[in-house]
């Protein structure tokens, strides 16, 4: 210990270990499971509320947000302990959010009464709730934090929020059952991902038009088995990750010219995507085998598997100190 | 939550017997205020249902009797849906619902409706085929939600006339495929005395030989009105008896007997068929591939659980709702055009994408393998491969069906 400098010192005692740890939401076990991100073990599971799916942290890491859709609550949760500080109020079954830019406005999909909620998580007060089409799921804010988006599973739609006027102002027809969208780095794209329509819809957040459509092959794996989820951005931006669904394959794309450039084979029915802080590992929830596949960024290779509970949902990294930026990326809470 | 008690679609009178009234049941659900979504901008796209009453046995053993709106409410809740998109588009839909009582025309029913170019049928397949043969149909599509004879696939398809409930066909492959999975392949059939009984038992004929199961030996039961309720532990030792097999297999569609053949059979052997492990468009236990939600809202709508033809009426509504979004329009030309087109796909809970056949209008879908506390599989099992989608592995592929009315390419 005596080989500590006084800041560490510090830091060891306001913060647990300036090890990295990946939340899971185990959706059919009501916990969440907590990974070390360098043994790559599970430290701990804490119960939750129920049917927790899109999970994230605050900015500095010292809560955690969770969705417990059947709670109908977004619990805010010390990621130490596991202890409930409070609810928030999300609406009705929420499934995924996004934290804006300003560290307390969380956009929530609805996903059984077609709405979107926002909800300031300081005043823990209802902003506004605004209709959005059928089954809204996937939900980000781009980087400026002007524009939220919500995609809708049964409408088949992205539809864009104006965060000021708090306003439905636009929704752009997408693939069949769209489940997630993440933004570019520079905010001027949007990704989309088509889980029936087994495509990932590329769209110019500026003029809201689909710009490019990928699609998936995967050698010896029905087409309609191919059914994207998750997407993640890479650190440096050059590749995008897309979660196949049954396909039990993760696709790296690259982000310039949207040729995939691999399949990496995952658990079985991969859902959710979250890097580490760093950007070299990427975690994978596989929903039906019950584990999460812990990827290299590097090499594009499985490195481990880890056992969690039953149906993982989405991951997120916990920002641990202050000496790395704070980065809420989440799966199921696209910055 | 928000504004619900606004969005409530209107609902101008309940369903009604008699085949003159039509009923709008439901038109464009209002905008609430300050939503961005734009008012219709061309007119609302009709979609009719018509439906015959048929007469339905009192049920056996205290089962919720088949509702009188099973189907009908399937279709509204696929208006509910279609709205809630299409508003985003400036489309809009509105459902007429009309009832033929049992001996009543349901051919006038159908010439008396304003605009009939989409009309979900929920009928017997000699009232379909009745009704796709009129000249006032010709220019119709129909959307079957009601009669799952194989024929209307086979050699008396036309082209007029779409499938969503799966065929009897499909629904016994799909248990056979689950049986010849387990190596369950010794089947002893006992079939009821209805008609639809001795389709059923074909469909399982036809099965076997598909893929390779072996029907051992068949028995007939009728229990003539009886209440076999209480003879049931000696009545069914006789027509389940026979050589080595390792399922009985029930066809009795009204339910007669069935539910009370499972463990009564003489040997101890799983019950599968009508009764038993069930090969199912949808039921009670379905939740996977975000089912429990459509589930959920129907349960909300109906005050009861979603049944198979409750499915396929949303379904129906459903698809013409896509076509629509797809081809940005309320035009019925426009909507049949992309409803029909070989690359349509569109969602239905099933986990994957759904498409009309091109050779015969029949929708590709998995089937369920249920017994009411769980799925025990769906369908197509695995291993069962396909050269276009393993989703044809389950009923008449192109080679097997008699149908010429769709003269177009394969797809």
Redesign the interface.
């Given at each position: 210990m005596s080989r500590l400098t006084p800041l560490a010192l510090v830091l060891c005692l306001a913060g647990p270990a300036l090890a990295e740890e990946i939340f899971v939401s185990n959706e059919r076990d009501n916990t969440v499971s907590v990974i070390d991100g360098d043994s790559l073990e599970v430290l701990r599971t804490f119960p939750v509320g129920r049917r927790p799916r899109g999970l994230t942290f605050s900015q500095d890491g010292r809560s955690l947000y969770v969705c417990a859709s059947d709670s109908d609550a977004v619990q805010v949760i010390d990621p130490e302990t596991g202890q409930v500080r409070h609810n928030l109020p999300s609406?009705?079954d929420p499934e995924q959010f996004a934290l804006a830019p300003d560290g307390r406005t969380l956009f929530i999909a609805?996903?059984?009464?077609?709405?979107t909620t926002v909800v300031d998580a300081q005043t823990r007060k209802v902003l506004a709730?605004i209709?959005v089409?059928?089954?809204p799921e996937g939900v980000a804010v781009s980087p400026d934090g002007r524009t939220a988006v919500t995609t809708?599973?049964?409408?088949?739609?992205v539809?864009w929020i104006d965060t000021q006027t708090l306003?439905?102002?636009?929704?752009t027809?997408v693939g069949?059952?769209p489940r997630f969208a993440a933004f570019t780095a520079d905010g001027s794209r949007l990704w989309a991902s088509a889980e029936?329509?087994?495509t990932v819809s590329v769209i110019d957040v500026a003029t809201r038009k689909v710009v490019e459509t990928i699609a998936f092959a995967v050698k010896g794996i029905?087409?309609?088995?191919i059914?994207p989820v998750g997407v993640q951005m890479s650190k440096d931006g050059r590749h995008a990750f897309v979660a196949l669904g049954?396909s039990d394959r993760v696709a790296v794309v690259d982000t310039a010219t949207y040729r995939v450039e691999s399949y990496i084979l995952v658990g079985r029915r991969v859902w959710q995507l979250a890097l580490n802080a760093a950007g070299t590992r990427l975690f994978t929830t596989n929903g039906v085998s019950g584990d999460v596949t812990v990827i290299d960024t590097a090499t594009f290779r499985p490195i481990k598997t880890v056992k969690v509970g039953r149906f993982p949902w989405g991951a997120a990294a916990r920002p641990m100190s202050s000496a790395q930026a704070p980065d809420g990326r989440a799966a199921g809470a696209a910055p | 939550?928000?504004?619900?008690g606004a969005?409530r679609p209107r609902m101008r009178g309940g369903l009604r017997a008699g085949p003159r009234l039509a009923v709008i049941l439901a038109a464009l659900a209002p905008i609430?205020e300050?939503?961005?979504?734009p008012a219709p901008a061309g007119p609302l796209l009709t979609i009719q249902y018509l439906e015959r009453r048929v007469e339905r046995p009192v049920p056996v053993n205290n089962e919720d009797p088949i509702p009188d709106d099973e189907g009908a409410k399937g279709a509204e809740l696929g208006l509910r849906?279609s709205n809630?998109?299409g508003r985003?588009?400036g489309l809009g839909f509105e459902l007429g619902a009309t009832i033929v009582e049992p001996g009543d025309d349901i051919r006038r029913a159908f010439r008396d409706l304003a605009d009939r170019r989409f009309v979900v049928l929920n009928a017997p397949a000699a009232d379909v085929l009745a009704l796709a043969d009129l000249p006032e149909a010709k220019g119709s599509v129909l959307l079957n939600i009601g009669a799952p004879d194989t024929r209307l696939r086979d050699a008396d398809c036309r082209r007029n006339l779409l499938h969503v409930l799966p065929s009897r066909a499909m629904l016994a492959d799909a248990l056979v495929q689950f049986l010849a999975f387990k190596r369950w392949s010794r089947i002893l059939l006992v079939s009821g005395p209805a008609p639809g009984d001795a389709l059923y038992a074909e469909a399982l004929r036809r099965s076997a030989r598909k893929f390779s199961a072996r029907i051992v030996a068949e028995s007939r039961y009728d229990p003539q009105g009886g209440d076999v309720r209480d003879t049931a532990l000696r009545e069914f030792a006789l027509p389940t008896r026979g050589p080595e097999h390792d399922v009985v297999a029930v066809a009795d569609e009204a339910g007669a007997f069935g539910a009370s053949l499972n463990y009564n059979t003489a040997s101890p052997r799983p019950l599968v068929g009508t009764q038993g492990l069930a090969p199912s468009a949808w039921g009670r236990p379905v939740e996977a591939w975000?089912a429990v939600?459509l589930q959920?809202?129907f349960r909300k709508l109906a005050g009861r659980a979603m049944r198979p033809v409750d499915w396929a009426g949303w379904m129906a509504v459903h698809a013409v709702g896509?076509a629509a979004?797809k081809a940005r329009s309320t035009d019925p030309a426009a909507v049949r055009d992309a409803l029909t087109a070989p690359g349509f796909?569109?969602?239905g809970f099933k986990?994957?994408?759904l498409s009309f056949r091109a050779w015969n209008g029949q929708l590709r879908q998995p089937v369920f393998l249920l017994w009411p506390g769980a799925v025990t599989a769906t369908a197509p099992i695995e291993g069962f491969l396909h050269h276009r989608?393993?989703?044809d592995t389950l009923g008449l592929d192109e080679p097997e069906s008699a149908c010429r009315a769709f003269s177009g390419t394969s797809g």
């Amino acid at each position: 210990m005596s080989r500590l400098t006084p800041l560490a010192l510090v830091l060891c005692l306001a913060g647990p270990a300036l090890a990295e740890e990946i939340f899971v939401s185990n959706e059919r076990d009501n916990t969440v499971s907590v990974i070390d991100g360098d043994s790559l073990e599970v430290l701990r599971t804490f119960p939750v509320g129920r049917r927790p799916r899109g999970l994230t942290f605050s900015q500095d890491g010292r809560s955690l947000y969770v969705c417990a859709s059947d709670s109908d609550a977004v619990q805010v949760i010390d990621p130490e302990t596991g202890q409930v500080r409070h609810n928030l109020p999300s609406g009705e079954d929420p499934e995924q959010f996004a934290l804006a830019p300003d560290g307390r406005t969380l956009f929530i999909a609805n996903e059984e009464n077609a709405t979107t909620t926002v909800v300031d998580a300081q005043t823990r007060k209802v902003l506004a709730q605004i209709d959005v089409g059928i089954e809204p799921e996937g939900v980000a804010v781009s980087p400026d934090g002007r524009t939220a988006v919500t995609t809708s599973e049964t409408t088949n739609m992205v539809h864009w929020i104006d965060t000021q006027t708090l306003a439905a102002v636009d929704a752009t027809p997408v693939g069949q059952r769209p489940r997630f969208a993440a933004f570019t780095a520079d905010g001027s794209r949007l990704w989309a991902s088509a889980e029936i329509g087994g495509t990932v819809s590329v769209i110019d957040v500026a003029t809201r038009k689909v710009v490019e459509t990928i699609a998936f092959a995967v050698k010896g794996i029905a087409a309609d088995r191919i059914q994207p989820v998750g997407v993640q951005m890479s650190k440096d931006g050059r590749h995008a990750f897309v979660a196949l669904g049954p396909s039990d394959r993760v696709a790296v794309v690259d982000t310039a010219t949207y040729r995939v450039e691999s399949y990496i084979l995952v658990g079985r029915r991969v859902w959710q995507l979250a890097l580490n802080a760093a950007g070299t590992r990427l975690f994978t929830t596989n929903g039906v085998s019950g584990d999460v596949t812990v990827i290299d960024t590097a090499t594009f290779r499985p490195i481990k598997t880890v056992k969690v509970g039953r149906f993982p949902w989405g991951a997120a990294a916990r920002p641990m100190s202050s000496a790395q930026a704070p980065d809420g990326r989440a799966a199921g809470a696209a910055p | 939550m928000g504004s619900s008690g606004a969005r409530r679609p209107r609902m101008r009178g309940g369903l009604r017997a008699g085949p003159r009234l039509a009923v709008i049941l439901a038109a464009l659900a209002p905008i609430p205020e300050g939503q961005a979504a734009p008012a219709p901008a061309g007119p609302l796209l009709t979609i009719q249902y018509l439906e015959r009453r048929v007469e339905r046995p009192v049920p056996v053993n205290n089962e919720d009797p088949i509702p009188d709106d099973e189907g009908a409410k399937g279709a509204e809740l696929g208006l509910r849906d279609s709205n809630a998109t299409g508003r985003f588009l400036g489309l809009g839909f509105e459902l007429g619902a009309t009832i033929v009582e049992p001996g009543d025309d349901i051919r006038r029913a159908f010439r008396d409706l304003a605009d009939r170019r989409f009309v979900v049928l929920n009928a017997p397949a000699a009232d379909v085929l009745a009704l796709a043969d009129l000249p006032e149909a010709k220019g119709s599509v129909l959307l079957n939600i009601g009669a799952p004879d194989t024929r209307l696939r086979d050699a008396d398809c036309r082209r007029n006339l779409l499938h969503v409930l799966p065929s009897r066909a499909m629904l016994a492959d799909a248990l056979v495929q689950f049986l010849a999975f387990k190596r369950w392949s010794r089947i002893l059939l006992v079939s009821g005395p209805a008609p639809g009984d001795a389709l059923y038992a074909e469909a399982l004929r036809r099965s076997a030989r598909k893929f390779s199961a072996r029907i051992v030996a068949e028995s007939r039961y009728d229990p003539q009105g009886g209440d076999v309720r209480d003879t049931a532990l000696r009545e069914f030792a006789l027509p389940t008896r026979g050589p080595e097999h390792d399922v009985v297999a029930v066809a009795d569609e009204a339910g007669a007997f069935g539910a009370s053949l499972n463990y009564n059979t003489a040997s101890p052997r799983p019950l599968v068929g009508t009764q038993g492990l069930a090969p199912s468009a949808w039921g009670r236990p379905v939740e996977a591939w975000a089912a429990v939600q459509l589930q959920g809202r129907f349960r909300k709508l109906a005050g009861r659980a979603m049944r198979p033809v409750d499915w396929a009426g949303w379904m129906a509504v459903h698809a013409v709702g896509e076509a629509a979004v797809k081809a940005r329009s309320t035009d019925p030309a426009a909507v049949r055009d992309a409803l029909t087109a070989p690359g349509f796909e569109i969602g239905g809970f099933k986990g994957r994408p759904l498409s009309f056949r091109a050779w015969n209008g029949q929708l590709r879908q998995p089937v369920f393998l249920l017994w009411p506390g769980a799925v025990t599989a769906t369908a197509p099992i695995e291993g069962f491969l396909h050269h276009r989608t393993e989703l044809d592995t389950l009923g008449l592929d192109e080679p097997e069906s008699a149908c010429r009315a769709f003269s177009g390419t394969s797809g």
